[in-house]
């Protein structure tokens, strides 16, 4: 148990050293030069933690939205609801789950036509934990609880990213990746509702936007003013936005410069870590997984569609707040949800990108609309199912594929062991 330990701890959830020492294997594999393989496993590393601190400034600078609100609704995480209480009690099964799940995620992908390696590190961890949840609640411990998270974990990270890889490739143009994150439900039906009612011809990337306003085209400067408003209507709304002895203002102008300083940081991130681990991975795949695919992380697709992402965060935050007001108005789930500003931005950004490249500007705002429907409806389905586990987690960060896959597995789980 220490050694697995250690490798869950130091390896498995720590995303820059599994992708540094994945790319140090692929160019030891290529033969290539010592130089060169030190460089292409720092570099990625390198990469991997200049994205991770762009993501960590994008949620540092949309956190206090979602809590403001929860504030404002009288909704508070509960002991025993969230991710720190349900892992203190079950830690254990969550990394032996992941780790039998990653071995049996091998084998799917070296012996099945499913070439899918998951590399997106943390979700590694996040689909054991829903998975556990979902035993839980239905009952489940012991070794057949830990079977049970591992199979469906591996089965996951295999198809998901399987599934998508058509919709990825025609957005990105690229069929070297495949993309391994929650964003997966959301983003196929985005894409398969553009690809009926929109025009890839007349993409986001077109916008035709005056001179005097070129700095629209800019994500970063984009996103800023975008979050800026939102801060400003939010505290508005919301005065426990801003802490005390603070100005909205001055607060929503320093949120908004976070957050457009953010995009940037992550998407430099994005671009290294490119560069570095696909050239690195061929070698992985011509010699230990013929013609497997590496999954990496949604901000992966951002790179290839800025504009929708922009777009898609602001279409997805109006209408899934609008539904989510109606809901609680009409005790639509017997209890009050609050508008998920995470998933609006990261998943629905991924949808949005999908959206964009199967049916345009059209594709993207009308399937990111019809997406927000579906993001609502698995919210408060899921929160429902976990009310004795990760009721609140989710309500912070579900909505996507860590809602989908706990209500089928929630629903498996209660055949094996009862409802």
Do not use: C
């Not at 603070?246 to 957050?259: E, Q």
């Not at 929708?308 to 935050?317: D, N």
């Not at 989710?394 to 209660?414: A, P, Q, W, Y």
């Amino acid at each position: 148990m220490p050694v697995l330990n250690f490798i869950t701890d130091n390896i498995l959830r720590n995303p820059p050293i599994l992708l540094g020492l994945i790319a140090l294997l692929g160019l030891i594999i290529q033969r290539k030069p010592v130089a060169d393989v030190v460089k292409g496993a720092l570099t990625a590393a390198f990469g991997m933690v200049i994205l991770q601190a762009g993501v960590a400034m994008l949620v540092g600078a949309i956190a206090p939205i979602n809590t403001a609100v929860q504030s404002e609704l009288g909704v508070t995480v509960a002991d025993g609801l969230s991710d720190v209480t349900f892992t203190a009690d079950h830690g254990g099964d969550i990394g032996l789950a992941m780790l039998f799940g990653l071995i049996l995620h091998l084998l799917i992908a070296r012996f099945t036509p499913v070439k899918t390696i998951f590399l997106t590190g943390h979700m590694l961890w996040w689909f054991p934990f829903i998975f556990i949840a979902a035993g839980v609640e239905a009952g489940l411990s012991g070794g057949l609880l830990i079977g049970f998270g591992a199979v469906f974990s591996a089965l996951y990270w295999s198809f998901m990213p399987w599934i998508m890889r058509k919709y990825v490739w025609a957005a990105t143009e690229d069929d070297s990746f495949l993309i391994g994150h929650p964003t997966g439900i959301l983003s196929l039906i985005s894409g398969f509702v553009a690809k009926r009612v929109g025009n890839k011809e007349k993409s986001t990337e077109d916008l035709n936007i005056p001179a005097s306003l070129g700095f629209f085209r800019e994500i970063s400067i984009t996103g800023a003013i975008t979050l800026f408003l939102m801060n400003i209507v939010v505290g508005i709304i919301a005065p426990s936005l801003v802490p005390d002895g603070d100005n909205l203002v001055m607060f929503s102008i320093n949120a908004g410069i976070s957050f457009g300083a953010g995009l940037l940081i992550m998407l430099y991130g994005v671009r290294l870590l490119i560069n570095q681990i696909i050239p690195a991975f061929q070698g992985i795949a011509e010699k230990v997984v013929p013609g497997s695919k590496p999954a990496f992380d949604v901000p992966i697709l951002f790179n290839y569609r800025p504009n929708a992402v922009i777009i898609g965060f602001i279409v997805a935050m109006i209408s899934s707040t609008v539904l989510i007001i109606i809901a609680n108005a009409t005790d639509l789930f017997g209890l009050l949800l609050v508008p998920l500003v995470v998933t609006s931005f990261f998943e629905m950004g991924g949808a949005a990108v999908i959206g964009d490249g199967m049916g345009g500007f059209r594709g993207a705002v009308i399937g990111t609309i019809v997406s927000s429907v579906v993001m609502v409806a698995l919210l408060g389905l899921s929160v429902i199912l976990f009310r004795e586990t990760i009721m609140n987690w989710l309500m912070i960060f579900g909505g996507n594929d860590l809602s989908l896959f706990g209500i089928i597995g929630r629903g498996v789980g209660g055949l094996l062991g009862g409802f």
